[in-house]
T-cell receptor, first 111, second 113 residues
Framework: GESVGLHLPTLSVQEGDNSIINCAYS??????FIWYKQESGKGPQFIID?????DKRQGQRVTVLLNKTVKHLSLQIAATQPGDSAVYFC??????????FGKGTMLLVSP | DAEITQSPRHKITETGRQVTLACHQT?????MFWYRQDLGHGLRLIHY???????NKGEVSDGYSVSRSNTEDLPLTLESAASSQTSVYFC????????????FGSGTQLSVL
């Protein structure tokens, strides 16, 4: 979820494809990770979270993968739909610290 | 259903004016947070509170203040609005302590002219 200047990284996919959105985090002490979806004009909505004692967690059409060795988090969306078009944020925290958010990735799904 | 509401949804003000953004949650959460969102910066933490009468500074707290007199509300005040504070502001709440799932409001678009 790194951004370059004022432009968000963008992932464009076709409806029905699987999408993979990646995120790098920097704090090696982070033990909680979370993904949010934000549609235009709305607040971020929770998608899925994972703790550091796991490396994979599945939800409905979504899977989060955690690689602590390289400090990398990914969100996989199966059978992507036009309604999945949004900005996706990862965030992490360690211990009692507050969440630190990535800058987001825009997912565009074309029919 | 429990929810978190922000008001107003849109606000235009002038440089130097004091502005207060409201946040009200019915989750009965102890923790409440204020973020601002700007293109290229993502969500940045302004202030947060872990309970009544508790407030803490976040990453970008200069020019902002909060007070927590009850569980449900955490108003955000801009003491003397500046054009650099033009942004979208999000309030959030969570049940636990520290890094936990946050529930966000719908945001307030603030323009300082």
């Amino acid at each position: 979820g790194e951004s370059v200047g004022l432009h968000l990284p963008t992932l464009s996919v076709q409806e029905g494809d699987n999408s993979i959105i990646n995120c790098a985090y920097s704090n090696s002490a982070s033990d909680y990770f979370i993904w949010y979806k934000q549609e235009s004009g709305k607040g971020p909505q929770f998608i899925i979270d994972i703790r550091s004692n796991m490396d994979k967690r599945q939800g409905q059409r979504v899977t989060v993968l955690l690689n602590k060795t390289v400090k990398h988090l990914s969100l996989q969306i199966a059978a992507t739909q036009p309604g999945d078009s949004a900005v996706y944020f990862c965030a992490d925290s360690g211990g009692y610290s507050t969440l630190t958010f990535g800058k987001g990735t825009m997912l565009l799904v074309s029919p | 259903d429990a929810e978190i509401t922000q008001s107003p949804r849109h606000k235009i003000t002038e440089t130097g004016r004091q502005v207060t953004l409201a946040c009200h949650q019915t989750w009965n959460h102890n923790n409440m947070f204020w973020y601002r969102q700007d293109l290229g910066h993502g969500l940045r933490l302004i202030h947060y509170s872990y309970g009544v009468h508790d407030t803490n500074k976040g990453e970008v707290s200069d020019g902002y203040s909060v007070s927590r007199s009850n569980t449900e509300d955490l108003p955000l005040t801009l003491e003397s609005a500046a054009s650099s504070q033009t942004s979208v502001y999000f309030c959030a709440s969570s049940e636990g302590t520290g890094g936990e799932k946050l529930f966000f409001g719908s945001g307030t678009q603030l323009s300082v002219l």
